[in-house]
């Protein structure tokens, strides 16, 4: 299991990381999410061993990972990591690229792996492509299958499906988690989007300004936001009487107290977002329909 003991990080005089205790056991996934410049990318270059550690340690296993102060080269071989800024090298083919740390030794092993990383990935018709005629998204997704290439233990990616479109996005994330999971490798994902990790991770940590703001599931999470940040996390969300109320747990009905005016509605594909007021307060609420601007409407609070 991975392990981290009571860890603090900063690149100049500002905390960047400050973190008592994390563990991720064998196979699992933990996410990790947060805003912008909340740590998320520090975070999974410590564990990589890119910065040294003024304090505290981190274990895979029994081995300490040690940044560039013991290592001469940066990095473990039971651990890939692929950065937020990927780099490929240009002019050669992606089959190329992703068997640059396969073997050569049984050709037709290394051919077959090469073939079914691609599949993994949903590159099998580019592999003899050049990466410099790629797009940014099917490059991202060449340097995940070039991270799987040697079926490392632990995995850290960061924003891992940032450049790739939402035709593509779905079903590589389920190809690539089921895959993960089929080979109990051990992964970390940085992410602001919960498409990316809501139906994948074991467990999440959210970090606010360096520090951990919760860690649970994503089921707990959602339940039970603690903090209007996880909420957003999640999707639209209203304050209510000190209550985070999502904008789905609020509905139109026939009658009650609740009386709020029609403001906006927004398409959202199979529902409308409505934005209304209430008591002069602004909230949001999903309807089935679209409704007419300045119409009041009754409201319940499902929770
Ligand atoms: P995230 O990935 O969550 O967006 P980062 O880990 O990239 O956050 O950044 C956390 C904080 O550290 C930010 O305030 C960022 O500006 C700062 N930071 C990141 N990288 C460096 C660096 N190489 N030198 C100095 N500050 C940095
Ligand atoms: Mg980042």
Redesign the pocket.
Known sequence: MLQIKDISF???V?K??ELNSLQVNLGKTLA?I????????????LIYGQYDLPKGEIFWKDTQILGPAFNLVIGYDFMKYVA?EFELMPYITVQETIGQYLSSFYKEKKQKRIEELLKIVELTNFSQTKIQFLSGGQKQRVALAKALAKEPEILLL??PFSHIDNFKKQSLRRSLFSYLKQKKITSIV?T?DKDDVLGFADNMLV?HK?KQLDYNTPQDLYHNPKHPLIASFFGEYNIIDNKIVYAHQIKVIDKSELKAKVKNSYFKGHYFLIEAELDEEKIVFTSEYKLDNERSVNLKIKT
Do not use: R
Request: without cysteine.
């Open positions: 900063s690149y100049n500002n960047v990381i990790v947060g805003e912008s410049g909340s740590g998320k990318s520090t975070l999974l270059k937020q960061d924003e940085a602001h970090l360096g």
